[in-house]
């Protein structure tokens, strides 16, 4: 039981670090963008990242159920829901990846125009990069907890990675849902 408490600590404070780095570079984006030129003439965002978003929002959908099956007694249906929140979770860095190519395209000319045009074209790979790498590293541990239930060393009553997961995955969801506000105001 104290090894759960210390787990549960930690998680804590590893959320608190990542909420502290996120929120560092959100707030320098937006100090920088409010202290200078910000270029007008940027180009919208890439419309596929709101289907990236949705694919984001549906992989925490994805966790719920499969949470919901473990409570109801279906290790099985956990089984399931995480392959599925797996898939999701490449097709969001598919997405993410096909918006930086948009980007990188919409972008051409800017790079050369001035110092504001380089700060901002490098705010959304730094905002969409910084997110992307912790996703990637959001997999591992899925990847771990579907080992641990195909081998049958998580059970209904012993399962501690799996609330791990669910709540660094969450927490990813709401990070994204932050930046693309800021990045449709700051951007």
């Known amino acids: 039981m104290a090894q759960h408490g210390a787990g549960r600590l930690g998680m804590r404070l590893f959320m608190a670090s990542l909420g502290m780095l996120f929120a560092a570079g959100v707030l320098a984006i937006l100090v920088?963008?409010?202290?200078?030129?910000?270029?007008?003439?940027?180009?919208?965002l890439p419309r596929i990242l709101w289907g990236s978003t949705a694919v984001l929002i549906l992989s925490s959908v994805t966790l719920q159920w499969g949470i919901g099956g473990m409570r109801r007694g279906s290790m099985a249906t956990l089984h399931r829901a995480l392959w599925v929140t797996a898939g999701l979770g490449v097709t969001f860095l598919v997405l993410q990846t096909i918006a930086w190519m948009q980007?990188?395209?919409?972008?051409?000319?800017?790079?050369?125009?001035?110092?504001?045009?380089?700060?901002?074209?490098?705010?959304?790979q730094v905002l969409t990069g910084v997110h992307a790498a912790h996703l990637i590293g959001g997999l591992l541990p899925?990847?771990?907890?579907?080992?641990?239930?195909?081998?049958?060393?998580?059970?209904?009553?012993?399962?501690?990675?799996?609330?791990?997961?669910?709540?660094?995955?969450?927490?990813?969801?709401?990070?994204?849902?932050?930046?693309?506000?800021?990045?449709?105001?700051?951007?």
């Open 142 to 187: 899925l990847g771990i907890v579907l080992y641990y239930i195909m081998v049958r060393q998580y059970s209904l009553e012993h399962h501690p990675g799996v609330s791990y997961l669910v709540t660094y995955w969450h927490f990813l969801d709401v990070v994204w849902v932050a930046l693309i506000i800021v990045m449709m105001v700051g951007l």
């Open 32 to 44: 920088i963008k409010w202290g200078s030129d910000w270029p007008s003439d940027l180009p919208p």
């Open 103 to 124: 980007w990188n395209t919409s972008i051409q000319g800017l790079w050369e125009a001035s110092n504001e045009h380089r700060l901002a074209i490098t705010s959304f």
